[in-house]
């Protein structure tokens, strides 16, 4: 299910390894990473509506859309998929209905 939204073009366990060395050798305390990876099923859909991503895409005004902002410029105007904002925003758009199954 994860690959069919997109999270398979990165791979948890890549995504996790480039989190790790983008910060010199670990997972950042409080990095989406971190925070995904601690969530689990149950709390992963609640906490990406509360920071912004939610089930109609990027909430204005939010976080996501703070970082989406950033992260365009960064790339020179765009979200590049397989992004970590591109992932979460995938994950957020299909709510709840992906921790059922």
């Given amino acids: 299910v994860l690959g069919a939204i997109g999270f398979g073009t990165v791979g948890a366990?890549?995504?996790?390894?480039?989190?790790?060395?983008?910060?010199?050798?670990?997972?950042?305390?409080?990095?989406?990473?971190?925070?995904?990876?601690?969530?689990?099923?149950?709390?992963?859909?609640?906490?990406?509506?509360?920071?912004?991503?939610?089930?109609?895409?990027?909430t204005a005004g939010s976080y996501a859309a703070a970082w989406m902002s950033s992260a365009a410029i960064a790339s020179g105007g765009g979200i590049v998929s397989?992004?970590?904002?591109?992932?979460?925003?995938?994950?957020g758009k299909v709510g709840s209905s992906l921790w059922r199954l």
């Fill in 13 to 58: 366990a890549a995504w996790m390894s480039s989190a790790a060395i983008a910060s010199g050798g670990g997972i950042v305390s409080g990095s989406v990473v971190s925070v995904l990876t601690s969530l689990g099923k149950v709390g992963t859909p609640f906490v990406l509506g509360a920071i912004g991503f939610g089930t109609i895409g990027v």
């Fill in 82 to 91: 397989g992004s970590a904002v591109s992932v979460l925003t995938s994950l």
